[in-house]
């Protein structure tokens, strides 16, 4: 099983794919973690990657396309892979379409957790008050200003992405805003399992 989760931040993507990854055991990739590990590995593309994070530069789409190639190659990922950050924007989609058919696979699905992004906003501001509140430090992405940043950032670059699959008739939208077990079963509803 090969899926790729779309949706907003704060839209449930983590709560959703570790039930998936603990449900059928498949492994969850995250461009992020992916790239720590090569970088870490010293792997060639994690050389580069290096070099440029050291910089201070933004790693290009080609490298994390090499670190994804090389990733989905390793042995857990066989039974399957969620997809978590990644693809970003059209260009990344293409590219993955293009790894995926070069190394005979496909996806089985991609899956949008549709969201009101204004109770989202919401949401994370409650959330930011109930923590302080509680004496606790608040979570730097639980900052609503931070989230905002972020959610500006998808609506720019990464909500391009599911017209992308969705003209291919890939795309299944999922309400995300109901309760999580309903957004688990409508999940599981589109994966047949």
Not at 165 to 181: F, N
Request: aromatic share 4%; charged share 25%.
């Amino acid at each position: 099983m090969r899926l790729i989760l779309l949706g907003p931040p704060g839209a449930g993507k983590g709560t959703q794919a570790a039930r998936l990854v603990q449900k059928h055991g498949i492994v969850q990739l995250s461009t992020g973690d992916m790239l720590r590990a090569a970088v870490a590995a010293g792997t060639p593309v994690g050389l580069k990657a290096r070099a440029i994070m050291e910089a201070g530069g933004l790693v290009s789409d080609e490298i994390v396309i090499g670190i994804i190639r090389d990733r989905i190659a390793e042995p857990d990922a066989a039974k399957g892979f969620i997809l978590d950050g990644f693809p970003r924007t059209v260009a990344q989609a293409e590219a993955l379409e293009t790894l995926l058919h070069e190394a005979g696979l496909k996806l089985d699905a991609v899956i949008e957790l549709k969201v009101d992004q204004g109770a989202l906003v919401g949401r994370i501001i409650k959330r930011a008050e109930e923590t302080r509140a509680a004496g606790q430090p608040v979570r730097k992405d639980d900052d609503p200003e931070i989230f905002k940043t972020r959610l500006a950032a998808y609506n720019r670059d990464t909500a391009a992405v599911t017209p992308f699959y969705a003209a291919r008739g890939q795309l299944t939208v999922i309400d995300g805003m109901q309760p999580i077990e309903a957004v688990a079963q409508a999940i599981d509803a589109v994966l047949g399992a």
